[in-house]
């Protein structure tokens, strides 16, 4: 059993079009999370959140941390090409990231 | 920002080799790295976490006789898989986590992978 479920695992939507990606837990984080990957390379970090009902605007990215912190989402807004990719969020726990099963983004033209 | 390297970026090796991976912060002192193992569209599965001049602490399920972890210096992590087998295939990525002027408390930085591959 994930310890943080994401959802979708896999999307697959028009240039242009709108998105939420969201990541669950029943046990509460110091923080959390968002990583973006592409084939063959590293995780390249999004956005930490750390308050409980914290929104964070990173262009057309919109990410937000639960009140009670156990839970977040990303949305993306009018997506593009090079949006795609894999996209996982983590949360902290001590010093160490738990990564939930991640969502493949696709975003075709 | 931190950056973390990684080498070699691919490599292949045969059945019943060790492989050597090496993980550098390049631009901060990494108090403490990880290790992890993706296999193809999945997410990232933490093997061990390794301090400096400390004995690594593994995940359960992880052989730490099979998979070699030093952390000798503030900069530099290696990850020797010993004996590996074709099911040792995968990409594995490693992640520093620093201080002061590094990255912060809440963050760890990643490298850009290793594809093993064992035939």
């Known amino acids: 059993t994930q310890l943080l479920e994401q959802s979708p695992q896999f999307l697959s939507i028009q240039e242009g079009e709108n998105l939420t990606v969201y990541c669950n837990s029943s046990s509460v984080f110091s923080s959390l999370q968002w990583y973006r990957q592409e084939p063959g390379e590293g995780p390249v970090l999004l956005v930490t959140?750390?308050?409980?009902?914290e929104v964070k605007k990173l262009k057309r990215l919109t990410f937000q941390f639960g009140d009670a912190r156990k839970d977040s989402s990303l949305h993306i807004t009018a997506a593009q090409t090079g949006d795609t990719g894999l996209y996982l969020c983590a949360g902290r726990r001590g010093n160490k990231l738990v990564f939930g099963a991640g969502t493949i983004l696709r975003v075709k033209s | 920002g931190a950056v973390v390297s990684q080498h070699p970026s691919w490599v292949i090796c045969k059945s019943g080799t060790s492989v050597k991976i090496e993980c550098r912060s390049l631009?901060?002192?990494?108090?403490?790295m990880f290790w992890y193992r993706q296999f193809p569209k999945q997410s990232l599965m933490l093997m061990a976490t390794s301090n400096e001049g400390s004995k690594a602490t593994y995940e359960q399920g992880v052989e730490k006789d099979k998979f070699l972890i030093n952390h000798a210096s503030l900069t530099l992590s290696t990850l020797t898989v010993t004996s590996a087998h074709p099911e040792d295939s995968s990409f594995y990525i490693c992640?520093?986590?620093?201080?002061?002027?590094?990255?912060?408390?809440?963050?760890?930085?990643f490298g850009p992978g290793t594809r093993l591959t064992v035939t």
């Open positions: 631009d901060f002192q990494a108090t403490t």
């Open positions: 959140v750390v308050t409980g009902g």
């Open positions: 992640s520093a986590s620093g201080q002061a002027s590094g990255p912060g408390p809440y963050e760890q930085y």
